[in-house]
């Protein structure tokens, strides 16, 4: 009886420690993903909430490019959506254009670029000219519109700039794209299965962890 009590108190915690890790990898992984804005430099990684995915304020530290200096503009898709991307710029660095229809209206400023998605390319790019109107706080806005998508259909990102004589006009090189994250919302046949996972996980971990708590109150 004690011989048996010893090996399960050896192994439960072992168990637990696994379901929990997982849990945890599951959670910490960028599993909300579906663009990377790579440059210019993007403010906050997170991506569902309007108009720049996350909460985080205006850039400490915005690229500041010339007058009127043609910019590429660069981002990568890592959970592959039908539908398209829209690029568009924010004078204020608060104030942007509604959210676009689907089919978008053609670009005029304060749109700069409407990207469609191209089947099996994740990495994409646009030209755009900068206003010749200097600014101390503009925002640079990507939105990925996905069809057959659970509303809202849109994601985030955003990058801080400022314009002014002397900058640059060049975004910098984008960093080299990792693969898919996989990690997909609720699209009719396709992801859902590392949400399900997560569940999963975090099931096993909460019933070992009332096990574990029906154990040690048994024992006493
Ligand atoms: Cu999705």
């Given at each position: 009886?004690?011989?048996?009590?010893?090996?399960?108190?050896?192994?439960?915690?072992?168990?637990?420690?696994?379901?929990?890790?997982?849990?945890?990898?599951?959670?910490?992984?960028?599993?909300?993903?579906?663009?990377?804005?790579?440059?210019?430099?993007?403010?906050?990684?997170?991506?569902?909430?309007?108009?720049?995915?996350?909460?985080?304020?205006?850039?400490?530290?915005?690229m500041t490019f010339a007058p009127g200096a043609p910019v590429m503009?660069?981002?990568?898709?890592?959970?592959?959506?039908?539908?398209?991307?829209?690029?568009?710029?924010?004078?204020?660095?608060?104030?942007?254009?509604?959210?676009?229809?689907?089919?978008?209206?053609?670009?005029?400023?304060?749109?700069?670029?409407?990207?469609?998605?191209?089947?099996?390319?994740?990495?994409?790019?646009?030209?755009v000219t900068l206003p010749t109107?200097?600014?101390?706080?503009?925002?640079?806005?990507?939105?990925?519109?996905?069809?057959?998508?659970?509303?809202?259909?849109?994601?985030?990102?955003?990058?801080?700039i400022?314009i002014a004589a002397?900058g640059s006009d060049d975004a910098?090189?984008?960093?080299?794209?990792?693969?898919?994250?996989?990690?997909?919302?609720?699209?009719?046949?396709?992801?859902?299965?590392?949400?399900?996972?997560?569940?999963?996980?975090?099931?096993?971990?909460?019933?070992?962890?009332?096990?574990?708590?029906?154990?040690?109150?048994?024992?006493?």
């Open positions: 009886m004690r011989a048996s009590t010893t090996t399960r108190t050896t192994r439960r915690p072992c168990a637990l420690g696994a379901a929990l890790g997982l849990a945890l990898a599951l959670a910490a992984r960028p599993a909300g993903a579906h663009i990377t804005l790579d440059a210019p430099p993007v403010r906050d990684p997170s991506m569902k909430t309007a108009p720049c995915g996350g909460l985080l304020p205006f850039s400490s530290s915005p503009v660069r981002w990568h898709e890592t959970v592959p959506h039908p539908g398209y991307f829209r690029v568009a710029l924010s004078m204020d660095g608060t104030t942007f254009p509604a959210d676009p229809p689907d089919p978008p209206p053609a670009a005029v400023f304060p749109v700069l670029a409407i990207v469609p998605k191209v089947d099996g390319t994740t990495s994409y790019s646009a030209a109107t200097p600014c101390a706080r503009c925002t640079l806005q990507v939105i990925q519109y996905m069809q057959q998508h659970a509303p809202p259909p849109y994601y985030y990102q955003c990058a801080d400022t002397g910098g090189s984008p960093p080299a794209t990792g693969g898919s994250s996989g990690g997909c919302c609720a699209v009719a046949g396709a992801g859902g299965a590392s949400e399900g996972a997560l569940a999963a996980a975090a099931l096993l971990a909460a019933a070992l962890v009332r096990r574990r708590a029906r154990t040690t109150l048994g024992r006493r």
